[in-house]
């Protein structure tokens, strides 16, 4: 199975404050975040990470960072956020992600953070991103600008309560 998440931002205290996330602290929320996720994700499964999983904090929380991701099963691709800032290796060699890529096609999808981040030439049937940090899955965005027959989905932690989506749910979301 392939499922997409975005946006879970380990350890940042402030994002409960900024999207109002419904967590009494960090650890709760990153607990909660973590669970949902391995409710779902199988250790054959296949997950696009579209970015933000933490915040740059500094080296003490390179390894914390890294043994959090490694202990969530799956197969992980990340598809870094403006938030991802340590390097490609750390991420590949110490998270364990497959690869870590800004931008990525699969199918007649593009897969991506921020939804404005995209060219025409990335352009797909779908636009999947995370960012926005909504409540809806179809985030916040203005689609001015994006190809009309184009279709956007948030697969953000905030816009889908707190879960990996899979791509079967993605797509029927998204053609009905």
Do not use: W
Not at 5 to 31: G, L, W
Not at 113 to 125: A, M, R, V, W, Y
């Amino acid at each position: 199975m392939i499922y997409f998440t975005s946006d879970q931002h380990f350890f940042h205290d402030n994002v409960i404050k900024y999207c109002d996330r419904p967590f009494s602290s960090v650890e709760e929320m990153n607990a909660i975040i973590s669970r949902n996720y391995c409710e779902v994700v199988g250790v054959n499964d296949l997950v696009m990470f579209l970015g933000d999983i933490s915040i740059k904090r500094g080296s003490k929380y390179k390894l914390i960072i890294s043994e959090l991701v490694k202990s969530l099963p799956g197969h992980k691709i990340l598809i870094r956020g403006n938030h991802d800032q340590y390097t490609n290796k750390f991420y590949r060699e110490e998270c364990g992600f497959m690869e870590s890529v800004r931008i990525k096609r699969l199918e007649q999808m593009v897969l991506t953070h921020n939804p404005l981040d995209f060219t025409e030439e990335d352009s797909g049937k779908y636009l999947i991103h995370g960012h926005s940090h909504c409540p809806v899955p179809m985030g916040n965005f203005s689609h001015t600008g994006f190809l009309s027959s184009q279709k956007v989905y948030d697969v953000g932690v905030d816009a889908n309560n707190y879960y990996p989506v899979s791509l079967d749910y993605v797509i029927k979301e998204l053609d009905r």
